[in-house]
């Protein structure tokens, strides 16, 4: 009968000896698995950044922004477009110019001034005519433009190729 208890004796203490899960390795673990969540969302949402133009449902970029009808832009008037990130520029002569709102100083974006006929940069006071010529530095050059195309009466704007300009030129402006 000795014999028996000591067998089950030694069974408890190897059972009691055996370290259960604690709590702070069971927390370490948890935070270990939601931080390499958290990593993975982080990845995803940069991407995002690096892929140009807006995904639709088949996967495709689509970098092509119809801005309306040539008929719906007034002469001489400037149009914002913030989510294609551009302003229609349409001249008195009835041409288009698709400007960038990025400012080419540090990439801030720059607001249209009706009453000055200007583009100017918030963060440092850089300035840009009509044609997107700075006006006042800091910004070293124009803004970029984007190509625009004019179909049965429709304005497109391709966003996915924003063209870096040193001066402006007439060939800029697009007709319909």
Same mark, same amino acid.
Not at 65 to 74: E, I, L, P, T, Y
Not at 80 to 99: E, Q, V
Not at 105 to 109: M, N, R, V, W
């Given at each position: +009968?000795k014999?028996? $208890?000591?067998?089950?004796n030694s069974?408890?203490e190897?059972r009691?000896s =055996? #370290?259960?899960?604690?709590r %702070?390795?069971?927390?370490? %673990?948890?935070w @270990?698995i939601?931080g390499?969540?958290?990593g993975?969302?982080m990845?995803? !949402?940069?991407s /995002?950044f690096?892929?140009? @133009?807006?995904?639709n449902l088949?996967?495709?970029t =689509?970098?092509? !922004?119809?801005?309306? $009808?040539?008929?719906?832009?007034?002469?001489n008037s400037?149009f #914002?477009?913030?989510? @294609?990130?551009?302003?229609?520029?349409?001249?008195?002569?009835?041409?288009?110019?698709?400007?960038s709102?990025?400012?080419t100083?540090?990439? *801030?974006?720059v607001?249209?001034?009706?009453?000055?006929k200007?583009? +100017? *940069? #918030? *963060?440092?006071?850089s300035?840009?005519?009509?044609? /997107?010529v700075?006006? $006042?530095?800091?910004?070293?050059?124009p803004l970029d433009t984007?190509?625009?195309?004019?179909?049965?009466?429709?304005?497109?704007?391709?966003?996915?190729?924003? !063209?870096r300009?040193?001066a402006?030129?007439?060939?800029?402006?697009?007709y319909?």
């Open positions: +009968m014999e028996k $208890n000591i067998h089950t069974k408890l190897t009691n =055996q #370290p259960a899960t604690s %702070r390795s069971f927390l370490k %673990r948890i @270990g939601l390499i969540v958290a993975i969302e990845l995803a !949402v940069f /995002g690096f892929a140009p @133009g807006k995904r088949s996967g495709t =689509q970098t092509l !922004v119809v801005a309306g $009808n040539v008929a719906d832009f007034k002469l400037v #914002p477009f913030r989510s @294609g990130k551009f302003y229609l520029a349409r001249f008195s002569d009835g041409g288009f110019m698709a400007i709102l990025k400012c100083h540090l990439g *801030c974006s607001l249209w001034n009706e009453d000055k200007e583009f +100017m *940069c #918030p *963060c440092h006071a300035s840009f005519d009509k044609n /997107g700075v006006i $006042n530095p800091p910004a070293p050059r984007f190509p625009v195309i004019i179909e049965e009466g429709k304005v497109k704007v391709d966003i996915g190729k924003p !063209v300009r040193l402006f030129d007439r060939s800029q402006i697009t319909a």
